[in-house]
Nanobody
Framework: VQLVESGGGLVQAGGSLSLSCTAS????????MGWFRQAPGKEREFVAQ????????YYKESVKGRFTISRDNAKNTVYLQMDSLKPEDTAVYYC???????????????????WGQGTQVTVSS
């Protein structure tokens, strides 16, 4: 499975960005999709995840109410709508895919087996 992110960029604090991640290759498996981010000098951290059917969604506490994850399985694409952005949201954002079967509370990077190359999001103050 190959994952390609797009939609990053530079935005002022309080603004919005929409990220997309399109999968190719083996898209027949019911992968759970996740978004992660990594700021300079920091570890990669979980942001949001969504299961195949879209009825199980989980967010990092600090992005709840500001970010929205969604997916369109017909287009093999997962989205991350980011509103009310803050400078601390600045990072490289990655999408990732994992096999079904994990409980929703499990969202460590090691459970994800496919990763995109990342897209830079910069929020200026």
């Amino acid at each position: 499975v190959q994952l390609v992110e797009s939609g990053g960029g530079l935005v002022q604090a309080g603004g919005s960005l929409s990220l997309s991640c399109t999968a190719s290759g083996d898209t027949s498996t019911d992968y759970t999709m996740g978004w992660f981010r990594q700021a300079p000098g920091k570890e990669r951290e979980f942001v949001a995840q969504i299961n195949w059917s879209g009825n199980s969604i989980y967010y990092k506490e600090s992005v709840k109410g500001r970010f929205t994850i969604s997916r369109d399985n017909a287009k093999n694409t997962v989205y991350l709508q980011m509103d009310s952005l803050k400078p601390e949201d600045t990072a490289v954002y990655y999408c990732a895919a994992r096999l079904p079967g994990y409980t929703v509370e499990v969202h460590t990077p090691s459970t994800y087996i496919y990763w995109g190359q990342g897209t830079q999001v910069t929020v200026s103050s």
